[in-house]
């Protein structure tokens, strides 16, 4: 009886371990997962998309961390929360743009590329390491850049 006991508790803790450690590990460890991270980072960094031989980084500096200016004056955001903060509401659409939707029009205004396509590897890729940015970050949709 006093064996099983011992037993009994020694897998109730493994089985609490697990569970506590089961969220971080998935997270921080999850190989697909971070590789669509690092393939995003690249295309942020390389992909002209066939466009004006702009790349993401271009405007949005430090691989999206900083703010910018365009030579007109018109702000740059910081991407460190947008995945944090789309969907939101575009004026000059008049209508609700998701994430992946606002990456396809800088592709196709910006870049003046072909924007990929949704559920292709390259937006997820894009919209993976731009959430891995905001990672942490609240939720805010609507909200502004930081
Ligand atoms: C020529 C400069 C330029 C390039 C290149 C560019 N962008 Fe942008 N981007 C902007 C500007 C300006 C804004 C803000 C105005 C707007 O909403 O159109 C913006 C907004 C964004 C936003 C919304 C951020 C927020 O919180 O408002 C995302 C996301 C984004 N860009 C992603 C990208 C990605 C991904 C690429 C590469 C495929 C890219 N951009 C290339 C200029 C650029």
Do not use: W
């Amino acid at each position: 009886m006093k064996i099983l006991n011992k037993h009994a508790l020694a897998s109730f803790v493994l089985l609490a371990a697990a569970g506590l450690l089961a969220p971080a590990v998935a997270a921080a460890g999850e190989p697909q997962l971070d590789q669509a991270v690092q393939q995003g980072k690249d295309l942020f960094s390389h992909a002209t998309f066939g466009g004006n031989g702009k790349v993401c980084e271009s405007c949005h500096l430090a691989g999206g961390t900083k703010p910018g200016q365009l030579p007109n004056g018109k702000a740059i955001p910081s991407l460190n929360n947008a995945a944090a903060i789309f969907p939101r509401f575009n004026p000059k659409a008049n209508k609700v743009v998701t994430l992946g939707e606002q990456v396809r029009n800088c592709v196709a205004k910006a870049l003046q590329g072909n924007p990929p396509e949704y559920g292709s590897a390259e937006l997820n890729a894009i919209v993976s390491y731009l959430t891995f940015l905001a990672q942490g970050k609240p939720v805010d949709m609507g909200g502004k850049p930081q």
